[in-house]
Nanobody
Framework: QAQLVESGGGLVQAGGSLRLSCAAS????????MGWFRQVPGKERAFVAG????????YDDDSVKGRFTISRDNAKNEVYLQMNSLKPEDTAVYYC?????????????????WGKGTLVTVSS
């Protein structure tokens, strides 16, 4: 049973940056796709970014492409989300997810594991 633990959330001013980390336990990390989702109260959890086991990336183009970068370190069992030029509308709880395929992440269902989330608050 793998576990995902997010860290790095916090309060930042608009225009600032944060780097989220997700530490994964379990032996399947290096062969899994990893992703980041976010959720605000009253809305469904939404896909933000994903990365395949060999480093192919995909983003929710409308909201974050060009500002957010996902990366992973298979030796450390960690995945990261570098968030730059943050906007107040980026405020959300950010969740890490592990899935068999990158397409699974984009589909929004069928994840193997979820983290408990980390709160990002962007002030104006």
């Amino acid at each position: 049973q793998a576990q995902l633990v997010e860290s790095g959330g916090g309060l930042v001013q608009a225009g600032g940056s944060l780097r989220l980390s997700c530490a994964a336990s379990g032996r399947s990390f290096s062969s899994s796709a990893m992703g980041w989702f976010r959720q605000v109260p009253g809305k469904e959890r939404a896909f933000v970014a994903g990365i395949s086991w060999r480093g192919v990336t995909t983003y929710d183009d409308d909201s974050v492409k060009g500002r957010f970068t996902i990366s992973r370190d298979n030796a450390k069992n960690e995945v990261y989300l570098q968030m730059n030029s943050l906007k107040p509308e980026d405020t959300a709880v950010y969740y890490c997810a592990q899935a068999p395929l990158l397409s699974t992440l984009r589909g929004g269902s069928g994840m193997d594991y979820w983290g408990k989330g980390t709160l990002v608050t962007v002030s104006s």
